[in-house]
């Protein structure tokens, strides 16, 4: 039987992304791995190194030292904040672990698990060892008792920053481990970039508390880990703030006309409410018309467009309303079909608005002359002196409706189309998510775009917040942030990206 130094992994080829095709030989890990592995034997720990530096091999190395000294009976849990986190991990370690693959599986919101009785609990856990989930699908099964705190032996937490407050990481703590008593409860382990999110250090104790564990970095062999760790040329872009970049568009105008001469009582929703003498639905109408809350579409198309506008300029925000009001039409799209009823009540009222707003459109809305904000000027001024040939880069930015126009700008840009471009938005596993005009994200066009990234198929993608926690991207030499990082967690986890080995840009005011 293996020691928990000498790991029964396959070492991947260099610069190859876990689970990929591999060597014939045994990984060695390095000295720091083996550091951390040995603390996390003893007692609970949270692991804080950089994005890049490992830490899923010393999860992995402690996850099989934990099945060599457990009863069979038990589980080891892998708990992630996204599917996409979850689908890597799940790669890394049952390739990584091929004794163990077998009894290694990965659940996310797709298995549609929240509907699973306990007879297909049982089944599925049947001959399992370790589950990789994220943390919503362990704390669902926890709280339905189809899953016993008890039965588990190693619990871990990916991003383990996230265990506060509200979030499920916290709620399976508080609810399930917790209450136990100490010998029937798993051993903790935390993985995290950073375990504090702000600036707080009383935060961090909480954590501790939280997790039942202590934070722990390499000591004795930090040096080494400094080697392994490249911290990457900070570089301002600055810009000067323009008043006149958030003019309005005449697109922009007329949404505002429509907006302002919304009627409730023209709203179909509001006139099927009425009607129905059942009067059931009494309450949810009284109070949408109190808090003003009809109309969803078009208040959700106008206040995004307002948002786009300030951000991005008056020809961004032209941009977003060709996009969202073009995809609406054409219902090509999972959500654009959705949305697209056009022959009920409510989708000829909204077609009929949205032609007030978009008259034509065939227009290509780049050949106006309307501004960008100063922002965007200076991304593509930055992009402009950019070999495609030798770039690869991510950009940052807050929403998904800026992802949308961002790449859109860019792959039509005559300065910039050289690049090609991708998006990344996450997936989401909620199924009941409100579906919105303004939502342009396209989950199904994106799955590639990882893979892409890798292999150089494309060389810039525009991302949220999605690709910051853990997601492996490679060989990366450029991350641009389109906004200020608005946590500490944020900037350690966009400034570490996989292999960044040239600059992190921020855009700057000068005022």
């Keep these: 039987m293996a020691t928990a130094s000498t790991l029964l992994v396959k070492e991947t080829s260099t610069g190859s992304e876990p689970g990929s095709p591999v060597q014939e030989h045994a990984y060695k890990p390095r000295e720091y791995q083996l550091e951390m592995l040995a603390e996390s034997l003893k007692r609970n720990i949270i692991i804080a190194m950089d994005t890049g530096s490992g830490k899923t091999l010393i999860a992995t190395m402690r996850i099989q030292a934990e099945l060599q000294r457990c009863s069979p009976d038990k589980l080891v849990w892998f708990c992630v904040p996204s599917v996409a986190l979850a689908m890597q991990q799940y790669k890394s370690i049952s390739t990584q672990l091929p004794l163990f693959q077998p009894q290694c599986k990965l659940l996310t919101g797709a298995d549609n698990c929240e509907f699973w009785s306990g007879n297909i609990w049982t089944e599925v856990l049947k001959d399992t060892r370790i589950i990789i989930s994220t943390h919503a699908i362990l704390f669902d099964a926890l709280t339905h008792a189809y899953v016993q705190m008890a039965r588990l032996s190693l619990l871990i937490f990916d991003e383990a920053h996230h265990a506060v407050k509200k979030h499920p990481a916290n709620q399976i703590m508080e609810h399930f481990y917790h209450p136990l008593p100490e010998e029937k409860r798993p051993w903790i382990l935390g993985l995290t970039a950073s375990p504090l999110v702000g600036d707080n ?6 954590l501790e508390t939280n997790l039942n564990a202590i934070s722990r970095t390499p000591k004795t062999h930090r040096a080494e880990l400094e080697r392994h760790v490249h911290r990457p040329e900070l570089v301002p872009l600055s810009f000067t703030s323009n008043a006149e970049s958030t003019l309005s568009s005449p697109a922009m105008k007329r949404l505002e006309r429509v907006y302002n001469s919304l009627n409730i ?8 409410m009425r009607s129905d003498e059942s009067r059931k639905h009494s309450h949810t109408l009284f109070k949408a018309v109190i808090n003003g809350r009809t109309h969803d579409q078009i208040r959700f198309l106008h206040d995004r467009a307002q948002y786009i506008k300030e951000e991005l300029g008056a020809q961004g925000a032209d941009i977003f309303l060709h996009l969202c009001i073009s995809r609406y039409r054409s219902g090509n799209d999972e959500i654009g079909c959705m949305l697209a009823h056009k022959e009920d009540a409510e989708g000829l009222y909204l077609s009929g608005k949205l032609d007030q707003v978009l008259r034509d459109p065939s227009d290509h809305p780049l050949v106006t002359e309307l501004p960008f904000s100063p922002k965007v000027d200076a991304l593509i001024g930055f992009l402009e002196h950019e070999d495609p040939d030798s770039f690869t880069g991510l950009v940052f930015v807050k929403t998904r409706a800026e992802v949308a126009v961002i790449s859109y700008i860019l792959a039509n840009h005559p300065d910039t189309s050289k690049f ?51 997601i492996d991207v490679i060989a990366c030499n450029v991350v641009l942030c389109f906004d200020m990082p608005r946590t500490l967690i944020s900037f350690i986890q966009r400034r570490s990206e996989e292999e960044l080995d040239d600059r992190c840009l921020y855009a700057e005011s000068t005022g």
């Design 265 to 272: 009582d023209e709203d179909p929703w509001v006139i099927m």
């Design 201 to 206: 250090v009383r935060d961090l104790g909480q």
């Design 420 to 470: 090609a471009i991708g998006t990344f938005v996450g997936t989401s596993s909620n199924a009941s998510r409100k579906h919105s005009i303004h939502d342009l994200a396209d989950v199904r066009s994106q799955k590639s775009t990882l893979q892409e990234l890798r292999d150089g198929r494309k060389n810039l993608v525009v991302t949220t917040n999605a690709l910051e926690e853990g």
